[in-house]
Structures are given as structure tokens and as C-alpha cells.
């Protein structure tokens, strides 16, 4: 079973960047899409962005487009997503998952499967 661990968050001034990693292990990630969601506190849980098996395909939130990327590196197992131009707003726990189902779309975290435990991200402005 596939286990994902993220890594990378922290404390940064808005205007800053920070770079997200999602390592998975006891399974292979290399033909399956992934995604990244966020949760602030007393918010639910947003779809940030989404990757397709290849890389070829992405797919963002409208308010983080032009200020994130999603990437990935199958040979070692990882997705990342490279975050610019912080906002307070980006404030949250960013999870990455394995995108298991395909009835509904990118943003619908019913799709998804293997969710990783977290990294915080903060932004102070």
C-alpha cells in the first residue's frame, strides 16, 4: 500500500516561495495522477492543484494559477509543488494523494486515495 509523506512547509513572509515534496513509499505513484489539497483552520479541505501520470497534464484552483506548480519526478517516486508569491490566504495544511477514481473530476476529494498526514504552511504578512 502505498504511503505518502510530505515534507517542505514552513513559515514564510507573504511574497515568498516555498517547495512542497509528496515521497511515496510501499508502492509505486509512476502511473497514477496525484493532487495536492489544502485545509486552513475551520475551512474544508480545497483542491490545490493536479498532475497527470506523465507530468503532461496540470490542473490549478483558479486562486493559485500563475503562483504554483505542480511537478513530479517518477524516477524517484515524488511530486512537488513549487509555491510563489505566498499570500496569508495560502495559510493551511497541504496534503498530497493518489487520484483512485475518475468520476468527477480534479477537485473532488472523493476521488482520491492514500492521503499523507500533512505539512503546515504559514504565511505572515
Known amino acids: 500500500q502505498v504511503q505518502l509523506v510530505e515534507s517542505g512547509g514552513g513559515l514564510v513572509q507573504a511574497g515568498g516561495s516555498l517547495r512542497l515534496s509528496c515521497a511515496a513509499s510501499g508502492g509505486t505513484i509512476i502511473n497514477r495522477p496525484m493532487g495536492w489539497f489544502r485545509q486552513a483552520p475551520g475551512k474544508e479541505r480545497e483542491f490545490v492543484a493536479g498532475?497527470?501520470?506523465?507530468?503532461?497534464?496540470?490542473y490549478y484552483t483558479d486562486s493559485v494559477k500563475g503562483r504554483f506548480t505542480i511537478s513530479r519526478d517518477n524516477a524517484k517516486n515524488t511530486v512537488y509543488l513549487q509555491m510563489n508569491s505566498l499570500k496569508p490566504e495560502d495559510t493551511a495544511v497541504y496534503c498530497c494523494?493518489?487520484?483512485?477514481?475518475?468520476?468527477?473530476?480534479?477537485?473532488?476529494?472523493?476521488?482520491?486515495?492514500?492521503w499523507g498526514q500533512g505539512t503546515q504552511v504559514t504565511v505572515s504578512s
Open positions: 494523494a493518489v487520484r483512485t477514481n475518475f468520476a468527477y473530476g480534479w477537485s473532488f476529494a472523493r476521488e482520491y486515495d492514500y
Open positions: 498532475i497527470t501520470w506523465g507530468g503532461g497534464g496540470t
